[in-house]
């Protein structure tokens, strides 16, 4: 008798799981169950429709029930929810326009997903609010831009948020993105989210960071969002996109397995029930750096999964178990691109990993080859092997190719001597004959064996008495702003010029500081040689300005 494999869920991991199974066992009987209207849509894509650079609704859906009937002998059922399992009997309750029904399985594969979070801020089910979770959610939306909406607030700064207000702005609304963390895209750090935060700013985007949406006032031809700190923002319509929770609370009551409400699963994908089995937005993962368990919405992990959880039901003996979680993501905003893998500098915190932090403003590709643009790039590597822990970039152009080789750097714990040996693709107009992952490589080991000390921008105020601020940059560099209290000398002049220095450090440890920390590196160099107390601030006066903002620095000579 052939296996019954029954799927909950019919997008990510759920239609992963489905295509593979069917790859691997011609005679399984395949039943996807799915309660929404489509399957197999690009939810990814749903901003791009909103924003009208994906002109038709038709493009996110990538497949059909007839089309999944056809090439894969899938058995899809649309608008049918699974309510209720049965763990005793291998049985599902499923509802549908004509009832309800049991439906056993052999393999259960429970692909959920997730929903967004509804924190409690009053006239939150305001027919103006929406959310952006479905092809319905995405057209509604445009309707709403192409139907004279002007005014849009967006409560929740992540990345779907960040893609909602880039896309309605797009579209020309007046928007306005509320996010109650410091700062827009909150595991971003803080001195790359500034960048984004300027680039919004650009587009003309509203940006409250940093205070609560309270209350949603209705009113007759537009809603009114009152925040924390008393400011009323009007709006056509407002989308909740403050984070999401596994929609799991079915399998749950049925004795599933969950912490906190994502489902708990083994390396192969396994409940704690025989025979059922989770993937996705909707299951708890560990984290590969700092051991965290926690659920990762992201595609890329939800559609490897659900292959891997096909692979284990039919040929057990031959299936790979799901890696721990890297946590690798990507978002546009305006001309920039943010990227960030692995663990950022308040989850190593949380894990009590020790860690230096390094920070880089190289170009995307050879400096002398027209349209050289600066990225930012922060990095994590482990205080004692040197293991590259986590890393984020900002920047016009070469973000994603940076950000995927340190996922893969962090996937194959690669240290930053690593990153040194990399052979990557270089000609003037895609790289560095250094690139900016070896040159990462290189500070990282100067870092790790005391080549390189680095002193930090957060720690400016502390320093400010304690230390002589060296700056090192050229005249005019300086005379735009600079430190209060910095001696300035040009690193070029730093050799003849050590007696100035040692006289106004008075004993004091010097602190030296550059544009991007190239120069800062060069002067520190000498200055240790020298004998004195020196670091060089990680990332210069470019990271610095993102840290403490231009307020600190005076201008003149
Ligand atoms: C707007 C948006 C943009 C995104 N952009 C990106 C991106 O750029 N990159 C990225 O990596 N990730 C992105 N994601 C996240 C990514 O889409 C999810 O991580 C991924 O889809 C999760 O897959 P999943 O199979 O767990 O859940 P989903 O793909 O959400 O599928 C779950 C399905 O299960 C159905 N379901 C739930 N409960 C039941 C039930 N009881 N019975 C029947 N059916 C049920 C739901 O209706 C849903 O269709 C984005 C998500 C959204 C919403």
């Known amino acids: 008798m052939s296996m019954r494999i029954v799927i909950v869920g019919g997008v990510a991991a759920g239609m992963s799981a489905a295509a593979r199974a069917r790859r691997l066992d011609e005679n399984a009987e395949i039943i996807v169950l799915e309660r929404g209207d489509e399957v197999s849509f690009a939810n990814c894509g749903l901003p791009y429709y ?145 960048l984004v935060t300027a680039e919004l700013s650009r587009l003309g985007i509203d940006v409250r960071a940093g205070v609560a949406a309270q209350a949603i006032e209705p009113g007759d031809t537009h809603d009114t969002v009152v925040l924390a700190d008393g400011t009323r923002v009007e709006a056509d319509l407002i989308v909740l996109s403050v984070g999401v929770r596994p929609e799991t609370s079915v399998f749950e009551a049925a004795g599933v397995a969950c912490d906190n409400g994502a489902i708990i699963v083994d390396e192969y994908g396994r409940t704690n029930l025989s025979g059922i089995y989770a993937a996705g937005d909707a299951v708890v993962s560990t984290d590969a750096t700092t051991g965290a368990r926690r659920p990762v919405a992201l595609a890329g992990p939800a559609n490897r999964a659900g292959r891997q959880i096909a692979d284990h039901i039919v040929r057990p003996e031959r299936a790979r178990p799901i890696p721990t979680a890297v946590g690798t993501a990507i978002v546009r905003v305006g001309e920039l691109t943010a990227a960030l893998t692995g663990a950022n500098r308040a989850s190593l915190d949380r894990a009590g990993i020790e860690f230096h932090t390094l920070h880089l403003h190289p170009t995307q590709h050879a400096g002398y080859y027209p349209g050289a643009r600066q990225l930012a790039i922060v990095a994590h590597i482990h205080a004692d092997d040197g293991r590259v822990l986590g890393a984020q970039a900002v920047g016009l152009d070469g973000v994603d190719k940076r950000i995927d080789v340190l996922a893969t750097s962090i996937r194959a714990g690669f240290t930053v001597a690593d990153l040194i040996d990399l052979d990557l693709a270089y000609s003037p107009i895609y790289g560095s004959a250094k690139d900016p992952i070896n040159m990462l490589g290189m500070v990282g080991t100067n870092v790790l064996d005391g080549t390189l000390s680095l002193w930090y921008a957060d720690a400016w105020e502390a320093l400010r008495n304690q230390a002589l601020i060296l700056d090192v940059r050229r005249t005019d560099e300086f005379a735009a702003g600079h430190l209060p209290g910095a001696l300035h000398v040009p690193h070029t002049q730093l050799r003849e010029r050590l007696d100035e220095v040692r006289d106004a450090a008075a004993g004091r440890p010097v602190r030296v500081l550059c544009a991007s920390g190239v120069r800062s590196h060069i002067a520190n160099r000498v200055l240790l040689q020298a004998g004195f107390d020196s670091a060089s601030l990680s990332g210069g006066m470019l990271t610095l300005r993102a840290t403490l903002s231009d307020e600190v620095l005076v201008s003149g000579e």
């Open 50 to 194: 909103v924003s009208g650079e994906i002109a038709e609704r038709d493009s996110l859906l990538l497949q059909t029930p007839q089309s999944l009937r056809a090439a894969l002998d899938l058995d899809v059922r649309i608008r049918n929810e699974v309510t209720g399992v049965d763990p005793a009997t291998k049985t599902v309750t499923v509802r549908n326009d004509q009832g309800e029904h049991e439906l056993s399985y052999d393999a259960l594969i429970l692909a959920p997903g997730a929903t967004a979070v509804r924190p409690p801020i009053d006239g939150l089910d305001r027919r103006r609010v929406h959310t952006l979770r479905t092809v319905g959610d995405a057209v509604a939306l445009r309707e709403l831009a192409d139907g004279g909406a002007t005014r849009a607030v967006i409560l929740g700064a992540g990345f779907i948020g960040l893609e909602a207000a880039e896309a309605l702005r797009h579209q020309g609304l007046e928007t306005t993105l509320v996010e109650l963390g410091p700062h827009v895209l909150p595991p971003l750090e803080p001195e790359l989210a500034t």
